[in-house]
């Protein structure tokens, strides 16, 4: 009798985040920021590693204005699903091709390491279904920017789009949303 309370109460105790963070719209990326500065506005994601070393943009989060052909318009909260490769342009040289410079090249050394990532992808929003199309590149000291469309439709709004928007974001910046009155 023991052990089967044992295993309902940890059954509920696995349930109860499950339920929590299903629905909810989560804010604690590693990566937090806003769209085009404005502060109703959230843009967040993480970064993990893959095999063999590789990187992956996942668990993006955005809350971005959008405007509908039915005159509507909100922020809107998009979970954008799947994970996104992270990949660098390769070894950006300073200064001109001189000797120097293709030594330090051949022998490893890399100057101004930019990693990007390109995706799209479906989703299902308060606006309808529809798509994301992104691009974001990670940059230095924990600075990420880049751009970001969305647009659904549905049967009540018609089409919603947010046009392409800047987004900007830091690792370790506590980004809140919404924000305090």
């Known amino acids: 009798m023991k052990r089967l309370v044992l295993v309902l109460c940890l059954c509920g105790l696995l349930a109860v985040p499950a339920m929590a963070t299903a629905g909810v719209f989560a804010t ?4 937090q920021g806003r769209v085009e500065g404005d502060p109703n506005t959230y843009f ?14 996942r668990h993006i989060s955005v809350a971005v204005p959008m405007a509908c052909y039915s005159g509507d318009q909100g922020i809107v909260e998009v979970r ?7 990949g660098g342009l390769g070894i950006i040289l300073r200064g001109t091709a001189d000797s120097a410079s293709t030594a330090r090249a051949k022998a490893g050394h890399r100057h101004h390491r930019l990693k990007i990532f390109i995706g799209e992808a479906d989703l299902n929003t308060a ?16 600075k990420a920017g880049g751009y970001l469309h969305v647009q659904t439709h549905s049967e009540s709004l018609g089409k919603c789009y947010s046009g392409y928007v800047r987004w900007k974001a830091h690792r370790g910046l506590d980004v809140e949303y919404p924000p305090a009155p």
Do not use: C, M, T
Not at 44 to 52: L, N, Q, V, Y
């Open 28 to 31: 604690n990326n590693q990566f």
């Open 80 to 86: 954008v699903p799947g994970s996104f490769r992270l």
């Open 44 to 57: 967040g994601f993480d970064i993990a590693r893959a095999k063999h070393h590789r990187q992956k943009v």
């Open 127 to 142: 606006n309808g279904s529809g798509e994301a199309y992104f691009y974001g590149a990670v940059r230095r000291h924990g």
